[in-house]
């Protein structure tokens, strides 16, 4: 038997199911809890009535009286070399790549400047409570190595890739098709699977990406079936125009991944906000997840994700909730549900807190494939944490005190006032790595 590490007490929220499913009893909400720890994973979960009395007076009790344990938070889509673009004043995709990224992404051919980089990032989303992240690299292979040994000195559970991009962009941020593979393979035999870190085959749109780069990422993913695809599709009017100018076998911007075999459940699609009905009903056939990336979609002023449409039961898309920084402008879960919520209204649609809150935990661990290790508070399932304070701020604190315990309520003020100020802590493998007084 494994003796408990440490023991964090709190509100203990989390979801055994979709809540859009199944309602209130894909919930579990225990007001006074105990989370257990031993070696890195949970090993009990209940009331402190029950497991606190057993408790050896030894074990460290981490109390977070007032505040919400939850499972870390999941970020679907992000690119870490991006975090000195975000804020970029008055630009819409094809000119901010142009202006921006472009620019900023080459610096990362220096090892030194991708390694500094890579930590602000990762310090970042610790602060913001997000424990596990799907991110975009550059075109630089050191680019990739640089993330993955600060993800692994930290022991996080990380998913990332380099970009492949071979043509339309400045000419250090290209590669080829035989470098890009032979890159992307060799990063793969580094990095996949060791520890908690996982590779995605990441050809960055078809706009960057000749037939035979998307020809090759193909051949990387049949090759290495347990790596993640990630790309974008369908972001901005022009990107289609431009996508659809350059592939004009392709019957729309979906069918140019699809006839290279980069359709499937482990595919991740930044943004898919323009699609036709045949393209949904593709992504759905083929189980690929949609990205959506509020706060970059209103920023960059690329549309409005139309959830209710994509979810259509008759063709479901699965979804997955994403900041995009630094298209997106902020690194904070909460905020992005925030913005989900605003993007949706202008729809006549909208996005309850259960919702939002199952997204960014076991919706998106279900989204990466990830639900037997992360996004739920059970025995077996490795303990990274987040511990959020509804009454964080003045403002916060002054409307939580006309909501008597309500955890849909509480959940909704998290959400449309939070942000990083409310990660009272972050947990990784049961360790603290984040705490705000
Ligand atoms: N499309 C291709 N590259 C990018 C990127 O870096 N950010 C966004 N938002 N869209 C893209
Ligand atoms: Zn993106």
């Known amino acids: 038997m494994t003796s408990t590490h440490r023991a964090i007490r709190g509100r203990l929220v989390w979801f055994e199911d979709d809540p859009a499913s199944v309602g209130d009893a894909a919930v579990r909400d225990i007001p006074d809890g105990l989370v257990l720890v031993a070696d890195g994973r949970i090993t009990a979960v209940g009331a402190w009535d029950e497991l606190g009395r057993s ?7 981490d109390e977070h009286s007032g505040c919400l344990v939850m499972p870390g938070l999941i970020d679907t889509h992000i690119h870490y070399p991006q975090v000195q673009v975000i804020a970029s004043y008055g630009a819409q995709l094809l000119d901010w790549l142009n202006r921006y990224t472009f620019v900023e992404e080459q610096k990362f051919a220096d090892p030194s400047h991708a390694a500094t980089h890579a930590r602000f990032f990762l310090d970042e989303l610790m602060r913001n409570g997000t424990t596990t992240a799907v991110v975009y690299c550059t075109v630089h292979p050191q680019s990739v190595d640089a993330f993955f040994a600060e993800a692994q000195s930290r022991r996080l559970r990380m998913l990332a890739g380099k970009v492949l991009m071979d043509r339309n962009a400045p000419a250090a941020l290209t590669d080829t098709p035989e470098t ?27 706009i960057t990406c000749s037939d035979a780069q998307l020809e090759a990422a193909g051949t990387l993913l049949r090759e290495h079936p347990t790596c993640w695809m990630q790309t974008h599709l369908s972001e901005n009017r022009d990107e289609i125009a431009t996508t659809l100018g350059l592939f004009p076998w392709a019957r729309d911007y979906t069918d140019v991944y699809d006839r290279f075999g980069l359709l499937g459940p482990r595919s991740l699609f930044g943004h898919c906000i323009h699609l036709s009905e045949r393209e949904m009903a593709r992504l759905s056939e083929s189980g690929s997840i949609a990205a959506l990336c509020p706060t970059s979609n209103l920023f960059i002023g690329s549309g409005l994700f139309d959830l209710a449409r994509l979810r259509d039961p008759r063709r479901p898309v699965r979804v997955g909730l994403a900041t995009d920084v630094g298209g997106g402008t902020s690194y904070s879960m909460l905020e992005t549900a925030a913005e989900a919520y605003k ?84 947990y990784i493998l049961g360790e603290p790595v984040q705490a705000r007084d």
Do not use: C
């Not at 060791?194 to 085959?201: A, I, W």
């Not at 960014?360 to 987040?386: C, F, Q």
């Not at 964080?392 to 959400?415: N, Q």
């Open 180 to 206: 890009g593979y032979r890159d992307s393979k060799a990063l793969i035999e580094r990095w996949h699977g060791r520890d908690r870190l996982g590779y995605v085959v990441t050809p960055r749109f078809a």
């Open 343 to 426: 993007v949706l209204q202008l729809q006549g649609q909208n996005l309850p807190a259960l919702q939002g809150f199952y997204m960014k935990t076991l919706g998106n661990a279900r989204a990466l494939g990830l639900d037997h290790s992360i996004g739920r508070l059970a025995p077996g399932l490795e303990a990274d944490l987040v511990v959020l304070d509804p009454e964080a701020t003045p403002a916060m604190a002054h409307r939580m005190a006309t909501i008597p315990g309500d955890l849909a309520e509480t959940l909704f003020v998290l959400m449309t006032l939070g942000d990083d100020r409310a990660v009272r802590a972050t």
């Open 55 to 61: 408790l050896d007076p030894a074990t460290p009790v």
